[in-house]
C-alpha cells in the first residue's frame, strides 16, 4: 500500500456554550485527519455531548484567555500542521480546498492567513472594516504559539527562525452574535480585557487617547471603510467600536489611577 504523501493536519476549536453551532462547525472540518475540541470547563448546556460525539478528541481546561486556552492545546494536537476553527466559523468549500492544496506540498511558508466572510444579527456585513477581516489560522504546530494578550491575540513565531506568512484564497463563514443581547454579553468583557492589555502598554492616558481615538474609530469604520453600506447595522457595529475603544483607554486610566494611589497612600493619622 503506497502511503498518503499529504502531510496531516489537526484541526483545534475552542468551544464554550456553543451547542448551537458546534456541531455545524465540526461538520465542516471534518476532511481533517484529527479534529480536537477544546472545551472551557465552565460551559454549561449541551456543548460536551455534542463534542463527544463528534470530535475525535476533547480537552477540557478552566478558561484564563483565548490565547492561553490555545497556547495549552497546540503541544497536544498529533499532526504537524494545525487550524484553528472558532466554534461560530464555518470551512467553506473554497477555503477546505486551499488547505488540501497547502497539506498536498507540504506548505511553502510557515503559516497562512484566513479570511472571514462576517455575518451580524443574520446580515453579511460587507463594509465596517469587516470585509478586510483575516486571521493567521493554518500554522505548523511546531512554529506557531499565540501572543500572550487578553484579546485580539495573533499566531507569532514560538523560537528566534524567520516565520513565514501566506494567504490562502478561500475564506471562514463567520456567524458572529446573533443578536444584539449576545453582543452585549461579550462587548463589556472583551473591553475589560483590551483595557487591561491597554494599561500594560500605554503609560499615560491622555485627551488623544480618550477622545480623538474614538471619534478616529468611527470615521475609518463608517466612512473610509464603508460602513454605511450596511446601513443602521452598519452604524452601530461602528458606533460600538468607536464605544469600545473609549471604554478600553478608561479602564486604562482607572488603573493607573489605582497604581499611583496605592503607591502613594495617603498618611493614615488624623
Known amino acids: ?75 497536544q494536537m498529533s499532526h504537524p500542521w494545525v487550524l484553528v476553527v472558532d466554534s461560530d466559523e464555518r470551512v467553506t468549500p473554497e477555503l477546505r480546498r486551499d488547505i488540501e492544496q497547502v ?26 472594516g469587516w470585509q478586510r477581516d483575516d486571521v493567521l489560522r493554518l500554522f505548523r504546530r511546531d512554529r506557531g504559539r499565540y501572543q500572550e494578550r487578553h484579546v485580539h491575540a495573533d499566531i507569532v513565531a514560538c523560537d528566534d527562525r524567520p516565520f513565514s506568512v501566506g494567504q490562502l484564497d478561500g475564506k471562514f463563514l463567520h ?3 446573533d443578536s444584539f443581547e449576545q453582543y452585549l454579553k461579550k462587548y463589556f468583557r472583551y473591553a475589560t480585557w483590551a483595557g487591561e492589555d491597554r494599561f500594560q502598554r500605554t503609560p499615560r ?11 478616529w474609530r468611527f470615521f475609518r469604520q463608517f466612512i473610509l471603510f464603508r460602513g454605511y453600506r450596511d446601513g443602521r447595522i452598519g452604524f452601530l457595529i461602528c458606533a ?31
Open 1 to 75: 500500500m503506497t502511503a498518503d504523501p499529504r502531510a496531516r493536519l489537526s484541526v483545534l476549536i475552542p468551544a464554550c456554550n456553543e451547542e448551537k453551532n458546534l456541531a455545524a462547525c465540526i461538520e465542516s472540518a471534518r476532511f481533517a485527519d484529527e479534529v480536537v475540541v477544546v472545551l472551557d470547563a465552565a460551559s454549561t448546556d449541551g456543548t460536551e455531548e455534542i463534542a463527544r460525539r463528534l470530535a475525535d478528541r476533547v480537552l477540557v481546561r478552566a478558561y484564563e484567555n483565548s490565547a492561553s486556552q490555545k497556547n495549552w492545546a497546540i503541544p
Open 103 to 128: 497539506l498536498a506540498a507540504d506548505g511553502s511558508h510557515d503559516g497562512y492567513r484566513i479570511g472571514r466572510l462576517n455575518h451580524f444579527m443574520g446580515k453579511p456585513i460587507r463594509g465596517c
Open 175 to 177: 456567524f458572529t452574535y
Open 205 to 215: 492616558v491622555g485627551w488623544r487617547h480618550l477622545l480623538l481615538r474614538p471619534l
Open 240 to 270: 460600538m467600536a468607536a464605544f469600545s475603544v473609549l471604554l478600553k483607554y478608561g479602564y486604562a486610566m482607572s488603573r493607573h489611577l489605582e497604581t499611583a494611589r496605592d503607591s502613594n497612600p495617603k498618611d493614615p493619622r488624623p
